[in-house]
Each structure stands twice: as C-alpha cells, then as structure tokens.
C-alpha cells in the first residue's frame, strides 16, 4: 500500500538514528540504509544529510518525508475504513492534551470507548508546541488544547469546555481566611506553576501582564500532581484550573480561593488537522464531542462559576 522503504524513512525522520529506526522497524541498520539509498536513487535526490552520524534530512528529504508521512496516514485512515465496515472501528487512537485538560478527557474518552469497544485509545499529556508537532507529522490523531491556540488554518477544532483558575494556598497561610484574592495580590505570595513551554502558563502569565504586575514564581515544575505537592508543603501557593479540584478535590491542609479582578475563563478544544475526507477515528471522536458531552461539560462550567 505504501512502499516500505517511506516507513522507513518515516522512522529515521522520527528516531534520528540508523539503529533505533531499524529497530523499531524490525529490521537490520543495513537493510534500512540500503532501503534509504534506493529511495534516494529512485528520487534522484539525496534525502539524508550524511556523515558519521545521521544529522537531518536535506530539504528535498523533507519534502519526501512530508509525502511518506500524508500517505501513511492515508493508508491508516483506509485500513480503519474497511474495518470499520466489516467489524466496526477498531485499532489504535492517539491523543494529545494538555497537562491541564488531563482531568476532563475521560469525560469524552469514556464515551468514546464505550461505543467503539475494539479501539484502544493512548492519551499522552504534552505540551501544546508537542501535540502541534505531533499532529503535523501524523504521529497524533487529535489534541486537546485551549482553543487559542487551534486558530492556524489547518487545524479544525470544535469547543469542549470552558474552565477557569484557582489560587492554592495552604491553610494558615498568608491567605488567612480569604476566600477570594485578586491576580495582583496573588503575584505577590510565593508561588509555584508550570514551566513556561506550557500553554496553561503562557496563559497565566499573560493575565499578570495585562495586570502590570509580575509574579513571583520561585518554582516551576511539567506536573500538576507535583504543584499540589507542593502546595501541600506548605511554602508555596499555586494557581490551577478549577476542573483538577473537581475530580481530586482539595488536599488536605490546602483551600482554595477565587480569583477575581478580574473573573477569566478558558475555552478548551478538540482539534484536529484539516484533512478531506477526515479519518474515520477523527469522524468518530469529534462525533462525541458534540451534543450530550459538550452540554455535560458547560453545566459543569456554570456549576463551578
């Protein structure tokens, strides 16, 4: 269906080495080699930068690997088609989310997997630069991010949720008995948050900015779970979206405080790249994330507003 000698250059693209590519195709370093210098002869072009070491693909070798990479996806999409009209969708569904958006996912997965059984879903939590990288070279099916940043054109995406954030604070703090505090208040406590790659971050930040205020952030961590570790240290307060509290609830020794002045909400998206015709994994999950779980998700929405 696709020659082979495009998975492996697919796999040498995506592992960067002669020998991890041959394994996780199964064959010899030197098969896979001489399968690259067919293709380049076939081609007329050199694809790979060569030295003693694999270093990049030359710019010819990219536009080949853009190619391998759309008719493998092809491929893909035509194996999961006769599938699904003979035993109904089965194989193997890949989605990217956002550390933050870990905590809603099984609302849609959930209802995924109950109506398409034979399908094993792997949900992997990346940052949003990583799921746009992965859904460009095809090694994603969908992500799930904040929806501003879904707005290239050849993305679609369709709304999943709105959420909104929380200060974390451990009790007897310097939050005493508030239940409420402003951003520019909070920029002042001693606080932890993700790294800056993450999109959730980026957000916050861009909240103090238009606030004119910077945070004092003296700890950054990729993990959620380490946030509220440290929360619960007691020397840290944090900033985290209410829908975490939602499903873990609030640690013990920690409260939580609305934050205000001003009141912001988030829009969360599942998206996709733009394809004709659409894989049919992509049809089937955007198909349930429309009607009953969008409505699920806003009256949550308005419930924790």
């Given at each position: 269906m696709i020659a082979r000698k495009y998975l492996y250059l697919i796999a040498l693209a995506r592992e960067r080495h002669f020998g991890r590519a041959a394994a996780s195709c199964h064959v010899s370093p030197s098969t896979l080699s001489a399968a690259i210098r067919d293709l380049e002869t076939e081609l007329g072009v050199a694809v790979v930068e060569r030295g003693q070491q694999f270093s990049g693909l030359t710019p010819e070798g990219r536009c080949v690997l853009d190619y391998a990479q759309r008719a493998a996806a092809s491929a893909a999409d035509l194996r999961q088609e006769l599938a699904r009209l003979r035993d109904g969708l089965s194989g193997r569904m890949r989605l990217g989310v956002i550390p933050t958006a870990l905590t809603v996912v099984a609302s849609?997965?959930?209802r995924f997997a109950l109506r398409?059984?034979?399908?094993?879903?792997?949900v992997l939590s990346l940052?949003?630069?990583e799921i746009l990288a992965r859904l460009r070279s095809f090694e994603l099916d969908a992500g799930i991010l904040y929806s501003a940043s879904a707005e290239e054109t050849d993305l679609v995406?369709?709304?999943l949720c709105e959420e909104d954030h929380v200060l974390l604070a451990p009790v007897g703090g310097p939050v005493g008995e508030r239940e409420a505090i402003s951003w520019r208040e909070a920029a002042a406590l001693n606080l932890c948050l993700l790294t800056p790659d993450m999109q959730n971050r980026r957000t916050i930040d861009e909240v103090f900015h238009c606030q004119d205020c910077r945070p004092n952030v003296?700890?950054?961590?990729n993990s959620i779970v380490s946030l509220l570790a440290h929360v619960c240290s007691g020397a840290w307060c944090s900033?985290?979206?209410r829908s975490v509290l939602e499903l873990i609830g609030v640690p013990d020794g920690v409260k939580a405080l609305e934050l205000v002045e001003p009141r912001l909400r988030w829009q969360i998206s599942l998206v996709a790249m733009v394809r004709e015709p659409r894989?049919?994994?992509?049809?089937?999950?955007?198909?349930?994330?429309?009607g009953p779980f969008c409505r699920q998700a806003a009256e949550a929405g308005r419930a924790s507003g």
């Open positions: 849609l997965t959930s398409h059984p034979l399908v094993c879903t792997e940052s949003t630069d995406r369709t709304p003296t700890l950054e961590t900033i985290v979206p894989s049919p994994m992509v049809e089937a999950l955007f198909a349930e994330a429309v």
